[in-house]
């Protein structure tokens, strides 16, 4: 028993180890790639990833449990697995994990009838996990319910591995695993929740540094970053890089009628709407001033860009807005200026270019778009 608890801890103290690296990385990625998360496509590429990896985790635990390797019961951290993933990630990754620990079983063990039994135990489990996570309950409630599903498992699998007799006099180290089973599971999905909610907290904090409370798009700090990026990129490679500069017509006028918090709406309004427009990749939409908006579209060529902007002048006259006058319609005015990798010798000039466009929409009458011609530098 001695030896069982052991490694017991063992398996525990590299679990979380794997919990701590899975959660750095994250960060990581987060940090240096947050679009990624936006993009369904990447996203589920990083679920495949977590789930390959703790996979793989599985797989190792199994290995250290095989026969004249440790004589320690790794195939509770298999559960643990399955437990966390479902908790804190989704099905996917957890049915991956899955795919690769049943693989490992049927693979690496020597006895396949019992590895046959166990697979079907462990799958029956992965079901059960999967439905107790959709329920409305506490975390503590989902582990006990999913810990108390997989006692069937625990008892064959005991029973075969360490040969633990069906009786009563064995029944008090039967209880004594039980219940640092349920310890260590308590502890590992507790450090799960722990880097799962530091994680989201910071991340929280940083797009706080970066948002705009009232639209949720990004702000002007974070456009002049990412436009000082996104033209260098466009000089390196020698590529398109057009930005588009919006100005919501009379919205002076709109605050003076109908008060700021009208004004407030119409800004939520439009923004929602930007949000929902399908932009090239790596897109970025920022509010740069009061009524005042900024879009960075790299890769793609002056008439792309107008296509686009004219798209969004049409869509903003049809739009639903909180003004109470009938009849009431709101438009913008907006500037295009379009970047070749060589027509402009730096980012504020572009920008300058985009606000002079804008500045001749608005002057030409409003709710127009108008795009700003220059000559290449020689």
């Not at 496509?41 to 599985?58: C, H, M, P």
């Not at 975390?139 to 005991?158: D, E, G, R, T």
């Not at 300058?352 to 220059?374: P, S």
Request: glycine letters at 6%.
């Amino acid at each position: 028993m001695p030896n069982i608890l052991d490694s017991l801890w063992n398996s525990m103290a590299l679990f979380l180890s794997a919990l701590f690296f899975h959660g750095m990385a994250l960060r990581s990625i987060r940090e240096k790639k947050p679009a990624w998360f936006q993009i369904k496509f990447s996203n589920e590429i990083i679920n495949y990833a977590l789930g390959i990896y703790y996979g793989l985790l599985g797989v190792y635990f199994i290995i250290r449990g095989l026969p004249g390797t440790d004589s320690g019961i790794y195939t509770d951290m298999l559960l643990n697995i399955l437990i966390v993933l479902h908790l804190f990630s989704s099905a996917g990754p957890a049915t991956i994990a899955l795919l690769l620990i049943v693989a490992g079983k049927l693979f690496l063990g020597d006895a396949l009838f019992a590895n046959l039994i166990y697979a079907f135990l462990i799958i029956g489990f992965h079901f059960v996990c999967m439905e107790v996570a959709k329920l409305r309950l506490s975390s503590v409630q989902k582990v006990v319910l999913v810990k108390l599903s997989a006692i069937p498992l625990m008892l064959f699998y005991l029973h075969q591995k360490i040969h633990l007799l069906y009786t009563i006099n064995d029944l008090p180290v039967w209880m004594l695993y039980f219940l640092v089973s349920f310890f260590i599971t308590f502890i590992i999905v507790s450090a799960a929740y722990y880097i799962d909610t530091s994680n989201k907290l910071i991340y929280d904090l940083q797009q706080s540094t970066i948002l705009d409370p009232l639209t949720g798009l990004t702000n002007f700090r974070h456009f002049e970053k990412a436009f000082e990026a996104a033209f260098n990129h466009a000089t390196l490679k020698k590529s398109n890089l057009s930005v588009i500069i919006i100005d919501i017509d009379y919205f002076k006028r709109v605050n003076d009628t109908y008060g700021h918090l009208v004004g407030n709406g119409v800004l939520s309004t439009f923004s929602q709407m930007l949000l929902k427009i399908s932009f090239p990749p790596n897109t970025v939409i920022s509010r740069i001033g009061g009524e005042e908006f900024a879009i960075i579209l790299p890769n793609i060529n002056v008439s792309e860009t107008e296509h686009l902007a004219e798209k969004i002048r049409r869509k903003v006259e049809k739009i639903d807005v909180p003004i109470v006058a009938s009849g009431s319609v709101i438009t913008i005015s907006a500037g295009i200026a379009n970047y070749d990798g060589r027509n402009y010798p730096n980012p504020n000039e572009l920008l300058n270019a985009a606000d002079q466009a804008l500045y001749n929409a608005k002057r030409n009458g409003r709710n127009q778009v108008h795009i700003r011609e220059t000559e290449p530098v020689v």
